[in-house]
């Protein structure tokens, strides 16, 4: 790389070299001791192979200016793409972010050419992949993290079978395989891959009923979306800064999710982002698209869109962790993650509720951390009860979120606010297999602990089409979700601290083949003035179409208009509801205005 400095303006141009990011990082790191408002690429392809990726450190008004270059990543070590660490007013615009696939592919399609099930011995599924003739990783230990199968055009994810997760940790390599030619390789699905990594597994990932059940239902002749990637690397990273904005960019693939925004970080936004990959791909991120979490938000997304992602489409959230008192003044957390989920440390202020969200009415700082206990300043009045609490930081407050004019399609995941003060407008949500929208609260009391009550939020003049949703809540598959859950199924919720004050309002929800909503310990909803058309698929809930009001208070369900096959089946249930108002809606005969 060559390096062109005029005033207070640096121009970067390509030579050829494997280690970009490090000439990049030099760069940077001359802008910043200069006081450079300005550090332009050259078009051109940037191969960033070696170094540890591009470091964005302790910069102030700098815009750095893309031209449409494309850098290009790969490593198997190191942080981020792009770390964005401790910056304020910085710009990033004109970019194109793609991986290495020629020699590390974070996934491949592949067809299942054979299989054997056997519930006395080891099954396995035989594969093909597809458009190669030798397969990059062939002859190497290859990750097989995630199994999906798609349409006939590999065009998006099929909801006839659901996703096979072998293991989700940088540095995972999911499940045991071996292989059979440069382009064949023999699958054993829910066994232990023996001698190589297998970081953050999780319980039943490895079991002789999940090798059995697995390769019975694969489909022979059928393509798969097999993903060696999972979580990791990221594209963006930013953490403790404010003012941080991109434009006009381009990302094709990366490994990880596409923004990962920690703790310190608060007025950022995303416009004309794009995670779409190119040239016939199985995947853009291989997790999450946008993932926020523990910081300030003021945050907006603005003409994103995102395409054959691997997890969430966005999950804007802050973290809790559940767990009990030893003493009145040591808290032990039961979470998977520990101390560490929520990054507690000495000096913070921490809250703790019941575990059905109401106010335990306690606050303290945190001494000290040590084995997964926290010596708290003060004693918890209840002292060692044996009951759960969840505890979470009393100073962070995620809000204000603007997603507007963004098109999710073909996607993955769900959208998962659990923070206050959202707008969602003029949004498309098309052709996904799992649940759309989310605004909840919950936690599971082994795993993970999100958000601290979901309020204000506005949800106008959206889509959502063609959602082949594969899963639900408490056995009610819905395209909306508006309350709290936890994992092991158990209810009893403080409905104002989980999710309230919520509108949904001239939506269209097309060839519905689930519930329009579902509000569970939900309080303040109201969903009015929708037009909802109920797929004709065999594949239609009997309550495609419909709402659930379940265990919560003030909700309306006003001047819908429903299109469906059999209009009389279309309505809204009400169980254990205050204050529930059905009133104003139509419902047709599918085609009639």
Partial sequence: IAQCLVGSE?????????????????????????????????????????????????????????????????????????????????????????????????????KVVGKRADKGGESYIDVEFVGCGRHPLYGKPMPIKVMSLMDEKCEWISNERGSAYFGTGDGHYGTKNEWLSPNRARIYPGVAPVGLPRPGDFPGEYSAKKNFWISNRALVGRTYRIMHQYYGKNAFEISDS??????????????????????????????????????????????????????????????????????????????????????????????????????????????????DYTPANFRAKILSVKGGVARLDSPFAGGADGKGYILQKASR?????????????????????????????NCRFENGVSIPLRFQRAFSMSQWAEGYGCRNIVVRGCE??????????????????????????????????????????????KNMLAMSLYSNFAKNVTFRDNRIEVSDSPAAKSYAGCALFENSENVFFVNNAVYARNPEAAGAFVRGSENAVVAGNSAKKAGAE
């Avoid at 819905?478 to 919520?502: L, Q, V």
Wanted: proline letters at 2%; charged letters at 25%.
């Fill in 397 to 425: 407050r995620m809000r204000n979120i603007l997603i507007k004019d963004c098109v999710f399609k073909n996607h993955a995941g769900r959208g998962i606010m659990q923070s206050s003060g959202a707008t969602i407008e």
């Fill in 242 to 355: 404010r003012h941080i904005a991109f434009e006009n960019i381009d990302v094709y693939s990366c490994r990880g999710m596409g923004f990962l925004v920690k703790g310190g970080v608060s007025h950022w936004q995303a416009v004309n982002v794009s995670f779409v990959p190119r040239d016939g791909r199985p995947c853009s991120t291989t997790a999450d698209v946008v993932h926020c979490t523990s910081n300030g938000g003021f945050a907006k997304l603005v003409g994103l869109r995102a395409t054959l992602n691997q997890d969430d489409i966005f999950n804007f959230h802050d973290k809790a962790a559940f767990g009990k008192f030893d003493s009145p003044d040591t808290f032990r957390f039961l979470n998977r993650g520990g101390a560490g989920y929520i990054s507690a440390a000495p000096g913070d202020e921490v809250e703790a509720f019941n575990a």
């Fill in 464 to 509: 959502f089409s063609d959602a082949k949703i594969n899963s639900g809540l408490y056995g009610v598959y819905h395209e909306i979700f508006a309350g709290s859950r936890r994992t092991d199924g158990a209810g009893g919720f403080d409905k104002s601290a989980t999710a309230s004050d919520i509108l949904i309002e001239n939506c269209r929800f």
């Fill in 10 to 110: 640096m121009c970067i141009r390509d030579r050829g070299s494997t280690d970009c990011a490090a000439a990049l990082n030099r760069a940077l790191a001359h802008c910043r001791e200069i006081g450079a408002s300005r550090l332009e690429l050259a078009p051109g392809t940037y191969r960033c192979f070696v170094s540890d990726g591009v470091e964005m450190e302790s910069l102030r008004a700098l815009l750095v200016d893309g031209r449409g270059a494309t850098l290009v990543f790969r490593r198997t070590e190191g942080r981020p793409n792009f770390s964005i660490k401790n910056c304020l007013r910085v710009k990033m615009r004109d970019l194109k972010i793609d991986w290495d696939w020629e020699t590390d592919p974070l996934g491949s399609f592949a």
